[in-house]
């Protein structure tokens, strides 16, 4: 499925491929959450590297942080995410990691795109949730106090959904 998505103001526009564009997972880590804003959670979409065009890639800056709720970096810094927003606005647009190159993770508020509805929710890295978040319960609701066991694209695989769209 080709995504579009751009930043709140416009100087920013994005097309990428994605064969997992159902957004179902809500990362309520202190990084998501601080960055990203919204409920508490950010929710990461999984798309091919590659396939990646940028309208206004000048306007881009990057944001890679000294710290993560999982209390390690790998010391050569391959392991570091790169959060990517527009310079003007701010709008957090996607994240990219060294470590699997292939990969950018879209940010699901940036995408203009009308994306799946997913059949359920996975809420992940619950340890770091503030108090006044509110975690939805009941039948689809899945709740992990650090990650899940299978990740994005296995997650639509497990679900026939992988490629679909």
């Known amino acids: ?7 709140h103001c416009g100087a920013v526009k994005f097309s990428v491929e994605s064969n997992t564009p159902y957004p179902f997972s809500r990362c309520y880590c202190s990084t998501c959450r601080k960055l990203n804003g919204g409920g508490g959670y950010t929710i990461n979409i999984m798309a091919e590297a590659g396939t990646l065009k940028v309208e206004g890639e000048e306007n881009i800056a990057v944001y890679r942080s000294a710290l993560n709720d999982r209390g390690r970096y790998e010391e ?15 709008t ?3 994240n990219h990691n060294p470590l699997y190159a292939q990969w950018i993770y879209p940010f699901a508020s940036c995408i203009d795109t009308p994306l799946p509805i997913a059949p359920e929710h996975r809420h992940t890295m619950l340890m770091h949730k503030q108090p006044w978040v509110e975690v939805a319960e009941g039948p689809g609701e899945t709740h992990h106090r650090q990650y899940a066991d299978t990740g994005i694209e296995d997650w639509h695989r497990e679900r026939g959904l992988y490629g679909k769209l």
């Open 1 to 7: 499925m080709k995504l579009q998505g751009s930043c």
């Open 76 to 90: 050569d810094g391959r392991g570091y995410s790169r959060r990517h927003f527009c310079k003007t606005c701010g």
């Open 92 to 94: 957090m647009l996607w």
